[in-house]
């Protein structure tokens, strides 16, 4: 529902967040309806029920357990390889975390939050300079709208954290989760490594493991599911991220523009590429939007997340594509940029905010001029107009008018057969026509095709 004029968002959002109850006090409280801040833009709400893909679809599963055999190395670095390449996404079993302790460290994040008010409420802080930090939504007074969840932040690196801040319901098991999280993490890492052809212990020198957030969540019972979101869509800005959870699902990650249903594997931990991994490797590796919709169960959704980035660059200062990734054959498709780039694009905006892999990605615009004449080849082209598609890495939007419904086909049919700068163009041409029409009255009293076309050049084989 649309808020009123009258309807003051940001008092609602203060007192709210001075109440220090988080949405678990809310659903605890056996309200109906949610708070308006909840309620999310219709627009983002509509393909929580649609765009599905088969329900026997997942997330690959992995098993680690002969990681170290001569005869089975390879097979799992090209499982993990393919994994993080098509998906971004996958689940590692027998990793060497007894179940044990993974229940009983979701155990330990469920006991933190479901504590009394009195209790929980004396940890409710925003300042991350305090090393841990319990608040509903990181990205509260940023964000469009607020999700159903809270949560307990710690930084665990490269500064160790004094784990006295830590409640002390819980502090045993953060501290043993981290542990165990990073040797997963520097075990995958190494795979991932390996699959890039890089030499061994290359991520570990770049200390890509060294900055540590440990995030437990509580995704309670929500009266209105269909109205809100857990978290919303996004990629994680930094290298590796590791999730444990338990039975209740929720998570969804996009794969070939549908949401994928994760079923967390028994003993299984979850694994996902994130955006500083996929520029470093230079696009070899995906980082993907996932999000966690609102929890329709009367049981809450526990999740560990524990977040993985580098803590300094050995280098000039600037962060990009491995050198050792990129080549004439294939040059860096990601310009260099700075820490505070990376910083002001995670925190200026919502958790939802664009990637800022989109924001420097090196576009390899096709000449106007170029273009053009490759058409004139097939056909009179009697209007063109290129633009910048911010959407497509690489891309170029054209506006085309025909004189002759032939030339068009022509044009269509030159598929990949063209190239501009030693750049192969790619082109796909769907018919656009006022009305449904496709010939076009024109002023000039000629008849055309319109079309739309996408082109994208990529370096010829």
């Given at each position: 529902m649309?808020?009123t ?25 056996g ?9 999310h833009?219709?627009?983002?709400l509509?393909d929580?029920?649609?765009k599905?893909?088969?329900a ?8 680690l357990?002969?990681?170290n055999?001569?005869?089975?190395h390879?097979?799992i670095?090209n499982?993990?390889?393919e ?21 009983e ?10 504590q ?18 319990y ?7 940023r964000?469009?709208?607020a ?7 710690a ?7 004094d784990?006295?801040?830590l409640?002390?319901?819980?502090r045993k ?19 991932l490594?390996?699959?890039?052809g ?8 770049l ?23 857990g978290?919303t869509?996004?990629t ?27 079923k967390?594997?028994?003993g ?5 590429v994130g ?20 929890n329709?169960?009367?049981e809450?959704?526990?999740?560990i ?9 050995k ?11 990129s080549?004439?054959e294939?040059?860096a ?18 958790l939802d905010?664009?990637?800022?892999i ?19 080849d ?7 107009f ?13 506006f085309l008018?025909f004189?002759?419904?032939?030339g068009?086909?022509?044009?269509v049919?030159?598929?990949n ?6 750049r ?5 041409v ?12 024109r ?18 084989s």
């Amino acid at each position: 529902m649309a808020a009123t004029s009258s309807y003051d968002r940001l008092k609602e959002l203060k007192e709210f967040d001075e109440s220090k109850i988080g949405v678990k006090g809310l659903s605890d409280s056996g309200i109906k309806t949610i708070p308006d801040f909840f309620k999310h833009p219709p627009q983002t709400l509509p393909d929580l029920k649609s765009k599905f893909s088969q329900a026997n679809t997942n997330i690959p599963i992995i098993d680690l357990s002969n990681v170290n055999s001569p005869d089975h190395h390879q097979k799992i670095v090209n499982q993990i390889k393919e994994a993080a390449k098509s998906w971004g996404f996958f689940q590692v079993i027998n990793h060497g975390i007894p179940i044990s302790v993974l229940d009983e460290t979701i155990q330990a994040i469920k006991a933190f939050h479901e504590q009394p008010y009195e209790i929980k409420s004396k940890y409710y802080n925003r300042d991350e300079s305090n090393g841990v930090t319990y608040a509903s939504n990181n990205d509260l007074y940023r964000s469009e709208a607020a999700c159903w969840v809270d949560s307990l932040k710690a930084q665990m690196g490269p500064k160790p954290l004094d784990i006295e801040l830590l409640p002390e319901i819980c502090r045993k098991e953060v501290v043993e989760w981290d542990l165990s999280a990073t040797k997963v993490a520097e075990t995958v890492m190494e795979l991932l490594g390996e699959g890039l052809g890089l030499e061994p212990g290359k991520f570990k020198e770049l200390t890509f493991s060294q900055t540590k957030y440990v995030v437990g969540h509580i995704y309670p019972y929500c009266p209105q599911p269909d109205l809100t979101m857990g978290i919303t869509s996004h990629t994680d800005p930094g290298v590796v991220t590791v999730l444990l959870q338990n039975q209740i699902q929720g998570l969804q990650v996009k794969h070939e523009d549908r949401w994928v249903e994760v079923k967390p594997a028994l003993g299984g931990l979850i694994i996902n590429v994130g955006d500083f991994l996929q520029i470093v490797s230079n696009g070899e590796y995906k980082s993907v939007e996932h999000r966690v919709v609102a929890n329709s169960c009367k049981e809450p959704r526990i999740s560990i997340v524990e977040f993985f980035n580098l803590s300094k660059w050995k280098g000039d200062g600037y962060y990009g594509p491995l050198p050792e990734l990129s080549s004439a054959e294939k040059p860096a498709i990601y310009r260099n940029f700075t820490t505070q780039e990376f910083l002001e694009n995670f925190y200026s905006k919502g958790l939802d905010s664009k990637s800022l892999i989109q924001k420097i990605t090196i576009r390899h615009e096709v000449p106007w001029g170029a273009l053009k004449a490759i058409f004139n080849d097939y056909g009179r082209v009697l209007d063109i107009f290129v633009s910048r598609n911010p959407n497509w890495d690489g891309a170029n939007f054209a506006f085309l008018r025909f004189g002759v419904e032939e030339g068009l086909k022509r044009a269509v049919a030159i598929g990949n057969g063209e190239s501009i700068d030693g750049r192969r163009v790619c082109v796909t041409v769907a018919l656009e026509g006022r009305n449904g029409n496709t010939y076009q009255r024109r002023s000039d009293g000629t008849t055309g095709i319109q079309a739309w076309a996408t082109f994208h050049s990529e370096m010829c084989s």
